[in-house]
C-alpha cells in the first residue's frame, strides 16, 4: 500500500549524498550514492537520529506483520556506497552495487516485477488527487509582505485550503492557525511549473499536512524544511534540496545537484465521515472471561449479564469460521468452537480454571489471568468488527488510541497503559499475543505492563460503557493520534489512513507467514495498492 512508503514514485528515482528515512519505491529505474534507507523505520528512541545497521532482521520485521521490502525498483538499481537499515531490496532489471552497499540481516536481494503493480498505484493516486481537490473549501488565506496564513475554522474533522502556487512559492513565512489538533490538513495548490521554499513552516504538526499540487508537471522545493507529506502524482520532482517531513508520490524524481533528505513523517489524517461520529453518547463494549465463559442457559439476546454469552452462543461459528487463536509462533492455542472458549475461561465461582499471574505459556489452562484477559479482549474486538449490534459506536474499538504518556500514580488510567502510549488498541493486542507467546521484540513492553493494559482495557468498557473523557487531560482513550491531546469526544471515528490499510501477503498469495520458515512468504512482500477513499457523505 503506498502509505507504507517514504517515497513512492511511478518512474525513475535519482538522488546522490541523502536519505530516505521510510521505503522507497520507484517504477522504473533507481540510482543511488552514499545513501541510506530504512533509517528511522523501527526507531523507537527519540533520542538518536537513526537505527544501527543490523538492529532488525527481516525476520523481526514479518513476525510484526510488516512490509518486510524497503527498496523497490520496478526496473533497474544503481547503487554505490550504502545501506538498507532493515528490509529486503527487490527489483525488476539489474542490480548494480558496490561492496560498500549492504542490506538488513536474514534479508535478501528479490528479483521481480510482481511487488508493487505501479501502473494501478498511479491510477489510484490520480485519482485521490482528483478527490482531494474536489473538496469543499473550508478555510481562507492571507498573504502580506512575504507572510502567508492559512486560516481554518476550528473544526473538529478536517480543513481544506485552496492555495494559489502563485501566491505559495512567492512566500518568506507559512503558517496555518484556527485548527483543531489533530484535524486533518489538507492544502490545494495549482501551477504547473512550481518551484517553493526558502520560508519557514510551522503552526500545524506534519502528520496531519497533506499538499496536493493537483496539476504540477514540475515541482521544485528548494532550501526548506518542508513539513507535511506532498501528493503530485504527475510532477517531476526536480533538485529539491533540504528536508521534507512528510510522505511523497509523484510521477519522477531527479538531482543531479544536493538532494532532498526525506524524513518518515507518515501522512496520518483522513478525509472525515460525517455519518461516524463517536462522542460521550456512544458504548464501546468489552466482556470478562466471566461472561464469556458464562453457561447458565436461559440467556436471550437482551443486555445484561448474558450478552456475552448470547454472542458466543449464536455468532461465534459466523464470526469465527476456523476458531479463535491467540499467541505467537512459538507458543500459541486454539479454541476450536464456542464450547473450547467456555472450556478456557472461567466460570462465575469458579475463579480458580485459570492460574493467578502472567505465565507465559497460552496453551495450557495453567496460562494465567493474562491468557484469560487477552481471550476476553480478542474475542471483543472480533465480535466488535463483525456484528455491528455489538456496541453502539460507529467506530471499532480496536481503532481508538492511548492518549497518555506519563506514568502519574495520582490517576488509574494513566498507571496502566503508560507504556503504550500512541499506540491503538489493536497494536496493543498484537503486541501482548507477541509477549505471550514468547515472541516478543526487545522493544515491546514488559509481560507485566501488557496485562495490565489489556486488564484495563477490559475494565474500562466492561459490559458496555460510554466514552469517559469528562476530565481534560486525565483520561486514557481517544482517536487523537499525536502530541498531548486534550478531551476529544466528538470527533470523526475513523483514524484510516488516506492512502489505504492493507494485509501484506507473501508471493504465494498467503498472508505473511511468522515462522520464517517459507522464504517466498515471509521475506517477500508483494503488495497490491488498494486505496481506500471514505467517501465523503
Not at 129 to 138: E, H, I, P, Q
Request: charged share 15%; with cysteine.
Amino acid at each position: 500500500m503506498a502509505s507504507r512508503f517514504n517515497t513512492l514514485v511511478f518512474g525513475n528515482f535519482y538522488c546522490h549524498n541523502s536519505d530516505t528515512e521510510g521505503r522507497l519505491a520507484a517504477g522504473g529505474d533507481v540510482d543511488i550514492e552514499n545513501y541510506a534507507v530504512g533509517c528511522q523505520l523501527y526507531n523507537h528512541d527519540k533520542n538518536r537520529n537513526c537505527i544501527e545497521w543490523g538492529e532488525v532482521s527481516c525476520l523481526d520485521i514479518a513476525k510484526l506483520g510488516e512490509l518486510t521490502t524497503s527498496l523497490v525498483a520496478g526496473g533497474n538499481i544503481h547503487a554505490l556506497n550504502g545501506e538498507v537499515k532493515a528490509g529486503n531490496i527487490a527489483f525488476g532489471g539489474t542490480y548494480n552495487n558496490d561492496i560498500t552497499v549492504r542490506f538488513g540481516p536474514q534479508c535478501v536481494l528479490y528479483h521481480g516485477t510482481d511487488l508493487v503493480d505501479f501502473g494501478q498505484v498511479e491510477t489510484d493516486l490520480l485519482a485521490l488527487s482528483d478527490k482531494v481537490r474536489n473538496l469543499n473549501n473550508t478555510g481562507s488565506y492571507t498573504s502580506q509582505y512575504g507572510v502567508l496564513t492559512l486560516t481554518g475554522t476550528n473544526a473538529d474533522g478536517m480543513e481544506v485550503f485552496n492555495v494559489p502556487g502563485s501566491v505559495l512559492c512567492s512566500a518568506n513565512t507559512f503558517t496555518i492557525t484556527g485548527i483543531q489538533q489533530g484535524a486533518s490538513l489538507f492544502i490545494n495548490v495549482d501551477g504547473h511549473d512550481l518551484s517553493c521554499g526558502g520560508f519557514a513552516m510551522n503552526g500545524y504538526n506534519a502528520h496531519f499536512a497533506l499538499f496536493n499540487f493537483f496539476e504540477a508537471n514540475v515541482l521544485t522545493l528548494r532550501d526548506v524544511n518542508w513539513l507535511g507529506s506532498v501528493l503530485a502524482p504527475k510532477a517531476l520532482i526536480y533538485n529539491s534540496r533540504g528536508v521534507l517531513s512528510g510522505q511523497i508520490f509523484a510521477k519522477a524524481w531527479f538531482a543531479n545537484e544536493s538532494c532532498m533528505q526525506q524524513n518518515w513523517v507518515p501522512f496520518m489524517g483522513c478525509i472525515s465521515e460525517p455519518d461516524c461520529t463517536w462522542s460521550t453518547n456512544s458504548e464501546f463494549c468489552t466482556y470478562s472471561g466471566e461472561d464469556w465463559g458464562y453457561n447458565g442457559g436461559g440467556c436471550s439476546r437482551k443486555r445484561g449479564l448474558c450478552s456475552a454469552a448470547n454472542f458466543l452462543e449464536f455468532d461465534f461459528d459466523e464470526c469465527f469460521e476456523v476458531g479463535f487463536k491467540f499467541g505467537s509462533a512459538s507458543a500459541s492455542a486454539v479454541l476450536s468452537n464456542k464450547n473450547s472458549v467456555r472450556n478456557f475461561l472461567p466460570q462465575p465461582g469458579n475463579t480458580g480454571h485459570l492460574a493467578t499471574g502472567i505465565d507465559h505459556d497460552p496453551s495450557t489452562t495453567e496460562a494465567g489471568e493474562f491468557a484469560g484477559d487477552l481471550v476476553a479482549l480478542g474475542l471483543s474486538l472480533d465480535f466488535d468488527k463483525c456484528k455491528s449490534s455489538f456496541s453502539s459506536a460507529c467506530a471499532n474499538l480496536e481503532d481508538l488510541y492511548v492518549c497518555d504518556k506519563i506514568d502519574d500514580l495520582d490517576h488509574d488510567e494513566r498507571k496502566h497503559c503508560g507504556a503504550f502510549y500512541n499506540k491503538k488498541i489493536s497494536e496493543i493486542y498484537e503486541i501482548a499475543n507477541r509477549v505471550i507467546g514468547q515472541d516478543a521484540l526487545p522493544s515491546d513492553p514488559s509481560a507485566e505492563d501488557c496485562f495490565k493494559c489489556v486488564q484495563f482495557i477490559q475494565t474500562h468498557w466492561n459490559k458496555c460503557k460510554k466514552f469517559n473523557g469528562i476530565r481534560q487531560k486525565k483520561f486514557s482513550f481517544c482517536d487523537c493520534t499525536y502530541g498531548d491531546p486534550v478531551n476529544c469526544p466528538n470527533l470523526p471515528a475513523s483514524a484510516e489512513n488516506i492512502f489505504g490499510n492493507q494485509q501484506v501477503y507473501g508471493s504465494d498469495g498467503l498472508p505473511i507467514n511468522p515462522t520464517g520458515s517459507s522464504p517466498a512468504a515471509t521475506l517477500f512482500a508483494p503488495l497490491l495498492f488498494v486505496l481506500i477513499l471514505l467517501a465523503l457523505l
